[in-house]
């Protein structure tokens, strides 16, 4: 039997140009084109697919909105984003959902039937690029967690008052220490975080959430 595929996407061109790509695919078929979250929802309740691509903003309901709503109804639909947003914080939101796949706008022919064939199958699929940037920001992730242990409790609070933008000495008063050892502590901070300045420091405690 064919794979039964709908598609969710405001527009048009995107909609003709996925069933050009399958028209020679006789093991897709595409069943059903939605242009809005309305009416996906209402055609999802009367024939569910057995793989929906999904754009990320459609009209009227958000893709992480629709994707809660269907999967929580109807599991055994495998959902496929289609997004021309590359932004790591949505994809990872979305597989958290339980999508299947992130597929980029920008993918080709060959990748974007994979992918389908992929999820039907019960497998993940990610836009390579998406992959790439997975992996690095998965490492980040661990570099991360490796200082924020490597730090001390005194460190850390040295170090959310230096973001606080407060002076070695009223750093020292305010958590009843001498400024010799406060200026210890910024030192030994500077060389925990791999940094050289007090900069470094804000900027790696704010993109990592040390504090």
């Known amino acids: 039997m064919p794979i039964k595929l709908a598609i969710a996407d405001d527009h048009p061109i995107v909609a003709n140009g996925i069933c050009s790509i399958l028209r020679d695919a006789a093991h897709v078929e595409v069943t059903d084109i939605y242009t809005n979250g309305n009416t996906l929802l209402k055609g999802i309740r009367e024939r569910q697919p057995d793989v929906l691509l999904l754009d990320m903003h459609l009209p009227d309901m958000s893709g992480p909105e629709l994707a809660a709503s269907i999967l929580k109804n109807y599991p055994q639909v495998r959902i496929l984003v289609l997004s021309s947003s590359d932004v790591l914080f949505l994809v990872k939101k979305m597989l958290k959902l339980g999508c299947m796949g992130y597929l980029l706008k920008e ?67 305010k958590l009843f220490l001498s400024l010799h050892t406060v200026e210890n502590h910024r030192i030994s901070l500077l060389h925990k975080l791999e940094v050289k300045n007090t900069a470094g420091l804000v900027k790696v405690a704010l993109q990592t959430g040390l504090v």
Not at 122 to 128: D, F, K, T, V
Not at 129 to 145: C, G, P, V, Y
């Open 107 to 173: 993918s080709d022919d060959v990748t974007i039937l994979q992918a389908i064939e992929t999820v039907q199958k019960g497998g993940q699929y990610l836009s390579p690029a998406l992959n790439q940037q997975l992996i690095e920001d998965m490492f980040r992730n661990k570099k991360s967690e490796k200082k924020n242990t490597a730090l001390t409790r005194r460190e850390k609070e040295v170090l959310q008052l230096i973001i606080d933008e407060h002076t070695n000495q009223e750093i020292a008063d």
